[in-house]
């Protein structure tokens, strides 16, 4: 089954992010640090312009932008990053290299003695305050995602949700489908991280989502609902398709143990609560069904599904 639909855009067609929960973090940071690299290079242009002093070569070499420190993390970065924002990321790209060409413009003719056209000294204004709108753009883009992501797993939090499942119902009645809740809680979490450390019972946190999303159709949702539990909101077209799908996230994480450090298997498990969202249902209703059925699935011996009674 294929990946879900790119939470904030960071997820492609496949379920591997374009960037891990740490990248994330920390994008904000090194966009900032593009911005002080910028800074640096219109002082070395200033200096050069009131100063007398030679323009760096790397100045007025026609690929000037690749060769800037910005243009270092910029260009191998951008692929990934243009997925994200597109529009941004190709409108940064043309600024910047924009930019650049018009100082090689003016240096040129500096260098041979002409007179600068000032068509130039405009393209150099409005190509650099376009380049600094659209850095400010992107950090402002991983800063929402950063705070609707889980930085563990990588997975959205709850952010959205009441929209999501409002959405899904719209989506319900449409095709005469049904919204489904799924809460699914990692067993013996606790007994996890007691006998072999916090790290461990984190690394199973972060296998699990894994498992779970390699599982995921097109329109699942799967998010980390906090501590050990996910969640899982999607559309089936009947009780039965929906308990499958719950089968078949049981059987995967029953089948892919983790492995420890000292490459002994660890087995894992997960307990899941379902429930059917009503006609009308609120997001809190059916969030307290499911959990009511997870409780059921804990009780009846765990590593098993449970319906909601309605």
């Known amino acids: ?43 070395r242009l200033l200096r050069c312009a009131l100063l007398g002093e030679p323009p760096a070569e790397d100045m007025l070499q026609t690929n000037a932008h690749e060769l800037c420190e910005f243009g270092r993390w910029f260009v191998p970065t951008s692929e990934r990053l ?11 790209d043309s600024a910047h290299s924009n930019m650049h060409r018009a100082v090689r413009e003016l240096y040129l003719a500096a260098l041979e003695g002409r007179q600068a056209d000032s068509y130039w000294f405009e ?11 659209e850095l400010a753009l992107l950090k402002e883009q991983f800063v929402r995602s950063g705070a609707q992501s889980d930085p563990l797993t990588g997975l959205p939090l709850r952010h959205g949700l009441h929209t999501l499942f409002a959405v899904r119902q719209t989506d ?24 072999h450390g916090h790290a461990v ?3 199973a946190l972060v296998h699990l989502a894994r498992l779970l999303k390699s599982a995921l159709r097109g329109n699942d949702h799967l998010l980390r609902y906090g501590g050990e539990e996910f969640m899982l909101v999607f559309l089936g077209v009947d009780d039965e ?5 719950a089968e078949r996230l049981l059987d995967l994480v029953r089948a892919n143990p983790m492995l420890l450090p000292d490459g002994q298997a660890l087995p894992l498990t997960i307990s899941v609560g379902m429930t059917r969202a009503l006609p009308h249902d609120s997001l809190e209703s059916a969030i307290r069904r499911a959990d009511v059925a997870l409780y059921q699935a804990k009780r009846f011996g765990r590593n098993r599904l449970e319906w909601a009674l309605d």
Not at 82 to 92: A, D, F, Y
Not at 241 to 245: L, R, S
Request: hydrophobic share 45%; aromatic share 8%; with cysteine.
């Open 123 to 133: 393209a150099f204004e409005l190509n650099q305050a376009a380049m600094v709108h």
């Open 201 to 203: 019972g984190d690394a």
């Open 172 to 195: 319900a009645e449409r095709n005469g489908n049904g919204v489904f809740v799924a809460l699914i809680d990692a067993d013996n979490f606790k007994k996890i991280n007691d006998s």
């Open 1 to 43: 089954m294929a990946g879900p639909p790119a939470q904030s855009a960071f997820m492609p067609d496949t379920d591997k992010p374009l960037f891990s929960a740490e990248e994330i973090s920390e994008m904000p940071h090194r966009l900032d640090e593009a911005m002080q690299w910028h800074l640096a290079w219109s002082q």
């Open 241 to 245: 398709a929906a308990a499958n799908v």
């Open 82 to 92: 243009s997925k994200l924002e597109p529009v941004c990321v190709h409108n940064l």
